[in-house]
């Protein structure tokens, strides 16, 4: 091999990893009265605790059951979490927060922003803000506002 050969050998290529996806039980019986939602192989909702809290309290209790309020990262995730609308009866604090005006935001569990869930002409852009399921996606609003919430414990 001359010099220039082994050059182009030794240079760096690309390349792509294969591996298998998980694969997750169709079922896992939560502890009542939390649902388990297959694709995150999570277990939601507000446990015992039905009281209105602000963003920050609904957190604290959330990692007190071992979980942290629920992130969103697909469509899917978006409408399984409306779909939780009808059993809270109320609009409830998620994961989302912002403490630069709206201009950046992260989820509570430090998961990746990988999917944008806001309803049109939000987020508003206020001072700071806290996310709030608003029916087909999610609105912000003052974190010290008082809301029910929904926990997310991974499995």
Same mark, same amino acid.
């Given at each position: 091999?001359?010099?220039?050969?082994?050059?182009?050998?030794?240079?760096?290529?690309?390349?792509?990893?294969?591996?298998?996806?998980?694969?997750?039980?169709?079922?896992?019986?939560?502890?009542?009265?939390?649902?388990?939602?297959?694709?995150?192989?999570?277990?939601?909702?507000?446990?015992?605790?039905?009281?209105?809290?602000?963003?920050?309290?609904?957190?604290?209790?959330?990692?007190?059951?071992?979980?942290?309020?629920?992130?969103?990262?697909?469509?899917?995730?978006?409408?399984?979490?409306?779909?939780?609308?009808?059993?809270?009866?109320?609009?409830?604090?998620?994961?989302?927060?912002?403490?630069?005006?709206?201009?950046?935001?992260?989820?509570?569990?430090?998961?990746?922003? !990988?999917?944008?869930?806001?309803?049109?002409?939000?987020?508003?852009?206020?001072?700071?803000?806290?996310?709030?399921?608003?029916?087909?996606?999610?609105? !912000?609003?003052?974190?010290?506002?008082?809301?029910?919430?929904?926990?997310?414990?991974?499995?």
């Amino acid at each position: 091999m001359d010099d220039g050969q082994l050059k182009i050998a030794l240079k760096p290529k690309p390349y792509v990893c294969k591996s298998a996806k998980p694969v997750y039980p169709a079922f896992v019986n939560c502890t009542w009265p939390l649902i388990y939602y297959q694709p995150t192989h999570s277990c939601y909702g507000d446990g015992t605790e039905r009281k209105f809290k602000t963003w920050a309290l609904s957190e604290d209790y959330c990692i007190s059951v071992g979980g942290h309020s629920a992130s969103i990262h697909s469509h899917g995730e978006q409408v399984f979490l409306s779909s939780l609308l009808m059993i809270s009866d109320s609009n409830f604090w998620i994961g989302a927060s912002s403490n630069d005006g709206g201009v950046t935001w992260k989820w509570s569990d430090n998961s990746k922003w !990988d999917y944008n869930p806001w309803v049109s002409n939000f987020p508003s852009r206020k001072l700071s803000g806290c996310g709030i399921n608003w029916g087909s996606g999610i609105i !912000d609003t003052n974190c010290s506002d008082t809301r029910t919430l929904i926990c997310q414990i991974k499995l």
